[in-house]
C-alpha cells in the first residue's frame, strides 16, 4: 500500500477566490492529505470578507498581515518564509501554492530543487512563468459556468492552432515511442510531467485521452491490454510511403 503524501497548502488569499476552495480540496485529496492549511492576508480589510466562512469550514489558518506599505505586498514575504520553514523542519512531500502572482515563482523552482512536487492554483490572469514552474497547475476560473462553457468549446482547429501544445505532445510521443511509432500514452502523460505543469482539464478535457482524441491529429487506439496507445498521424503516412 503507498504511503500517503503529507501536503502543505498555503494560500495567497489577496490574489486567490474564496469561492474556488472546494476544487482546491478535491485535487489535493487525489495527492495525499493536506496537513498544513494556512492563508495570507490582512483580515481586516473588507476584501477578504468572502474567506471568512471558508476558513472556519475547512480549518485554514489565517495568517495576518498588515499593509504596511502602499504598493509592497506582506503577504509574500509572508508565505515564502513559511514555506521554507516548513520545507526545513516539517514532513511535507508536496506543496500547494495558491496565487494568481508570479512572485512566488523563485519560491516554487527552490522547492522543486529539493524533490518536493509543487500544485498550483491560480486564474487564468496568471503569468506563464509562474503556471510553468509548478509540477502541475490548475486554473480556478472554471468554477465560474460560464467560463467552463467557454473553455469546453474550444474548437479542434484552435488547440491545433495551439504552438506550445502541439509541441508538447508531439515530443512527448517521440520520447516514448517504440519503434512502430506507438507509445503508451501512460508514459507520454509521463514525459509530459517531468518538462511542464500540464493538465488537460485546462483545455476543457478530462482525461488526456479526451484531449489527444479532440485534437484529431493523432491515432489512438487500445492494446490487448486495453490501455492507450497514441501515435502521430503523420507517422502512419510515413510509413506506408516506405
Not at 474567506?51 to 504598493?71: M, N, R, S
Request: glycine share 6%; with cysteine.
Amino acid at each position: 500500500m503507498a504511503e500517503t503524501k503529507n501536503i502543505a497548502l498555503l494560500i495567497d488569499a489577496d490574489n486567490s477566490p474564496a469561492k474556488s476552495i472546494q476544487k482546491i480540496f478535491s485535487e489535493l485529496a487525489r495527492h495525499g492529505k493536506v496537513n498544513i492549511r494556512r492563508a495570507y492576508g490582512n483580515w481586516t480589510s473588507s476584501y477578504l470578507k468572502g474567506w471568512e466562512a471558508v476558513l472556519q469550514d475547512h480549518a485554514i489558518q489565517p495568517i495576518q498581515q498588515y499593509d504596511l506599505t502602499k504598493g509592497k505586498n506582506a503577504t509574500d514575504i509572508a508565505m515564502a518564509i513559511d514555506a521554507m520553514d516548513i520545507l526545513y523542519t516539517k514532513q511535507v512531500d508536496t506543496f500547494c501554492i495558491v496565487t494568481s502572482d508570479c512572485d512566488f515563482t523563485p519560491l516554487t523552482t527552490r522547492i522543486l530543487s529539493d524533490g518536493k512536487s509543487v500544485i498550483g492554483f491560480g486564474e487564468r490572469k496568471t503569468p506563464s512563468v509562474f503556471v510553468n514552474a509548478c509540477s502541475t497547475f490548475l486554473f480556478l476560473d472554471e468554477d465560474d459556468e460560464e467560463e467552463t462553457k467557454s473553455i469546453k468549446k474550444i474548437k479542434k482547429k484552435e488547440l491545433r492552432g495551439d504552438t506550445k501544445l502541439m509541441n508538447l505532445l508531439r515530443d512527448a510521443i517521440v520520447g516514448t515511442e517504440n519503434d512502430d511509432g506507438w507509445a503508451r500514452l501512460s508514459k507520454v502523460g509521463a514525459h509530459i510531467s517531468n518538462h511542464a505543469s500540464f493538465d488537460p482539464r485546462n483545455y476543457g478535457y478530462t482525461r488526456l485521452s479526451d484531449l489527444i482524441d479532440a485534437i484529431g491529429l493523432f491515432d489512438l487506439k487500445r492494446d490487448v491490454g486495453m490501455h492507450f496507445e497514441v501515435r502521430d498521424s503523420r507517422k502512419k503516412h510515413t510509413s506506408c510511403e516506405g
